[in-house]
T-cell receptor, first 117, second 114 residues
């Protein structure tokens, strides 16, 4: 299957700082990427859909000014958690959809564990 | 909109025993169905998928699942589990379109003991 790389795998930051997480599709071009958030022992909650060259589509209840998404190229999407607070601590996972709308198959990154002190 | 119900939050099983992880879905339109596995502190790996055609689909690591439209189910099975199968398993559904989002179940933790 296709490979999606997510970096960093773990980040610890102070409250009030911003953190950027990168998601790269390594061997295919992804016009659409997704950002999920996962709380301990819970399922994945879709935060936003990232489309190359256009604004991201955020799910209801997700603050777009808090979670900035940029999808500037066909292989890279970034999620920036701005002015992070302890309640933003979570496991963030990205995915990239197989190109050409091929049956909505998504490939996932390894996730980023964010801890805000 | 779709929804997914994974009835068991945790399934303990002994090594080499068979296992079934249950998944039921709800949708007003035709769907694609997926099973993903997540090992601790890692992302999700696609185990198998049902898109169309044969209702019995085989995936990686010896897993298989059967799509039952009348019962709106997509249960995951393995005839003989290994310790290394210990992980969280997620069932997911989307509309049968290449441009819809995935909806995940809450996950089932498979605990394989010797």
């Amino acid at each position: 299957g296709a490979v999606v790389s997510q970096h960093p795998s773990r980040v610890i930051c102070k409250s009030g700082t911003s953190v950027k997480i990168e998601c790269r599709s390594l061997d295919f071009q992804a016009t659409t990427m997704f950002w999920y958030r996962q709380f301990p022992k819970q399922s994945l909650m879709l935060m936003a859909t990232s489309n190359e060259g256009s604004k991201a589509t955020y799910e209801q209840g997700v603050e777009k000014d808090k979670f900035l998404i940029n999808h500037a190229s066909l292989t890279l999407s970034t999620l920036t958690v701005t002015s992070a607070h302890p309640e933003d601590s979570s496991f963030y996972i990205c995915s990239a959809r197989e190109p050409f709308g091929a049956k909505n198959i998504q490939y996932f990154g390894a996730g980023t564990r964010l801890s805000v002190l | 909109a779709q929804s997914v119900t994974q009835l068991d939050s945790q399934v303990p099983v002994f090594e080499e025993a068979p296992v079934e992880l249950r998944c039921n879905y709800s949708s007003s339109v035709s769907v694609y169905l997926f099973w993903y596995v997540q090992y601790p502190n890692q992302g999700l790996q696609l185990l198998l998928k049902y898109l169309s055609g044969s209702t019995l689909v085989k995936g990686i690591n010896g897993f298989e699942a059967e799509f039952n439209k009348s019962q709106t189910s997509f249960h995951l099975r393995k005839p003989s589990v290994h310790i290394s199968d210990t992980a969280e398993y997620f069932c997911a559904v989307s509309e049968d379109s290449g441009y819809s989002t995935l909806t995940f179940g809450k996950g089932t933790m498979l605990l394989v003991s010797p």
